[in-house]
């Protein structure tokens, strides 16, 4: 037998008791002839001791132990003398009197300390990521993880629902993202895709009358890296059939508060978690997903701004202003020029500004005494305080300023850590006009629109909203569902908004509009990102730190050593030829 306990098991019931325990030499002391070896596995810590005068074959064995060593300890449990108890370690008050010792497997000295949580380089890291899951930081977050699965796997069980596993060799079906080939070996020039997500399976499986399915599904993207976005993820989703959008955000809210409360007990938040329109969200924040744990809002001044003598103002379909009291802190000239170049980011040539009271800024140099009065009376501001601002189109006028108010909010520490404000953001338009100025669909091609605007699908397609709904945490969106549509003709209005024409249509989607061909109940879902749930649960700020194998920011295995060129002979195989282009890049 390697062990009889853990250990992170021992306590005081077991003082005078036999134990054998196996795990990595944590610590080592040699505290003049007696040797303090901390024992560590994945449950904890237990202070061994070896003294020559109980054992003195295994005192000698001891005195070559060094850090990462894999041992067993077989001993006595006894008291830790009178105050030298560890109130930090579960174990503190007792520790085992070693008998006999083995040593299993000797070590390198390890590229970096395991057994402090020092700042490491995340490349060395990610490297030897076997050593770093030996880390206390990095081992909490894998079982949290393990533990909200389970958690979240129960609750469904609980809500009837079924855990159906669906296919990860599909056909392309492109939903947006890049998707990863998978060359066929049997069908030559011809390829499956990796899925960007279950989302027409599972539409599927409602067709097929599994009206209550979820899953913890691995999804796959090939798109540029973030601290939030791995080339690999993890979703946990479902859908339901026959229900009405409160039912489905009624369960996730549910299975969030039951997350919480098992395992993040000390966060404040509310229930039910309150709600606010797209439109709410983006005119007060700025942003799709914001953080409501302060109240830093912004005030729609449109209405003043017409005639007011600062030209691109007058000229703008929106305008927006962000008051900053001085109660939060000073902002510098240098700061309002970086949020300047910060607003060139999202489409916009800069942001004007004003500090109330004094004649700085250029909205005070140009614009008409009585506008400065009204934007000060509507932001309600003081002296002293700044206002930030910011015009044209709705996003490109609050946008900006959403960003500058997040960053604003960790400047001012005004982001409360013991408080998860959750938030459900609804109606989002259906429609937006991407970069290369063609319609697109904000969610997907088979999101339902309101029912008071099916009018306006003919009329003003962009302003038509969607039955989608996003659950955001703390400003960080942790998924999103909506409503499906189910009628043949109302799903052909949609695809002909997008220009998708039938051909097109039929070759991407055909077999789901086949199916629904075959009598498609009412639906709808939502997805949650496993991997940024945890992350917040975890407080850690990426994703990496709670997944076992991570991606570095450019995509690549660091541990592995993947991706990596493939032997020529099992390339012909699958009848996939290297371009002269490429081989000189892997030349080199």
């Known amino acids: 037998m390697y062990r009889t306990h853990t250990c992170g098991m021992l306590s005081e019931k077991e003082i005078g008791k036999e134990a054998t325990l196996s795990g990595w030499v944590h610590r080592r002391r040699d505290h003049g002839g007696v040797i303090f070896i901390d024992l560590r596995d994945r449950y904890g810590l237990t202070q061994v001791v070896f003294d020559p005068s109980i054992c003195k074959e295994g005192f000698h064995l001891s005195e070559e132990l060094r850090s990462e060593y894999v041992i067993q300890a077989k001993g006595k449990v006894r008291k830790r003398p009178e105050g030298q108890e560890n109130p930090k370690m579960t174990t503190g008050k007792i ?152 039912d489905v955000r009624d369960v996730i809210e549910k299975c969030f508060i039951e997350l919480t409360e098992k395992h993040a007990p000390a966060k404040k938040f509310t229930k039910p978690f309150p709600t606010l329109t797209y439109h709410e969200a983006m005119s007060m924040y700025g942003s799709d997903k914001p953080d409501t744990r302060y109240d830093m809002k912004l005030v729609d001044i449109s209405s003043l701004s017409k005639g007011c003598g600062f030209g691109v103002f007058e000229k703008s379909e929106y305008v927006s202003a962000l008051p900053i009291q001085k109660k939060y802190g000073e902002v510098t000239r240098k700061m309002l020029d970086d949020y300047g170049e910060m607003a060139k980011k999202h489409g916009v040539g800069g942001l004007a500004w004003m500090r109330v009271g004094e004649e700085s800024g250029p909205v005070v140099k140009h614009a008409k005494k009585e506008f400065i009065e009204s934007v000060v009376e509507k932001t309600k501001t003081e002296k002293g305080d700044i206002i930030l601002f910011s015009a044209g189109n709705f996003v490109q006028a609050t946008e900006p300023l959403g960003a500058v108010r997040s960053d604003l909010g960790n400047i001012f520490q005004l982001k409360d850590p013991n408080v998860f404000a959750y938030l459900w953001v609804l109606e989002f338009p259906m429609f937006e006009m991407n970069k290369g100025g063609e319609v697109g669909a904000v969610h997907h091609p088979f999101t339902r629109p309101l029912e008071e605007d099916a009018e306006l699908l003919k009329k003003d397609p962009f302003k038509a909203r969607a039955h989608a709904y996003d659950v955001v945490l703390n400003g960080v969106e942790l998924g999103g569902g909506s409503l499906r549509i189910h009628e043949h003709d109302l799903q052909a209005e949609i695809f002909d908004i997008l220009r998708i024409s039938k051909e097109d249509a039929e070759r991407r989607f055909g077999h789901l509009l086949r199916a629904f061909e075959f009598g498609a109940p009412p639906h709808g879902g939502c997805a949650m990102g496993l991997d940024r749930v945890v992350m917040m649960f975890a407080g850690e700020p990426n994703i990496r730190e709670v997944i076992a194998f991570p991606k570095n920011q450019t995509a690549q295995d660091l541990m592995l050593g993947a991706p990596g060129p493939m032997p020529k002979a099992q390339l012909d195989e699958i009848h996939i030829q290297i371009s002269e282009e490429a081989r000189k890049q892997l030349s080199q």
Do not use: W
């Not at 390829?191 to 989302?199: A, C, D, E, K, N």
């Not at 539409?203 to 979820?214: R, S």
């Open 95 to 246: 520790e085992l009197e070693v008998h006999a010792l083995r040593i299993f497997n000797r070590s390198e000295t390890p590229p970096f300390e395991v057994d402090q949580e020092t700042e490491v380089k995340e490349e060395v890291r990610l490297k030897y990521r076997y050593l770093d899951l030996r880390r206390e930081r990095l081992s909490k977050n894998i079982i949290l993880r393990a533990e909200m699965v389970k958690t979240i796997r129960d609750y469904f069980y609980r809500e009837g629902f079924l855990e159906v596993e669906t296919p990860i060799l599909i056909k392309g079906t492109p939903e947006g993202s890049r998707e990863y080939l998978v060359p066929s070996r049997l069908y030559p020039g011809e390829f499956y895709v990796l899925p960007q997500s279950p989302q027409q399976l599972k539409q599927l499986l409602m067709v097929g009358g599994m009206d209550k399915y979820f899953q913890i599904a691995r999804c796959f993207r090939d798109e540029d890296q973030r601290g939030d976005r791995q080339p690999e993820f993890t979703q946990f989703e479902l859908e339901m059939s026959f229900v009405e959008e409160k």
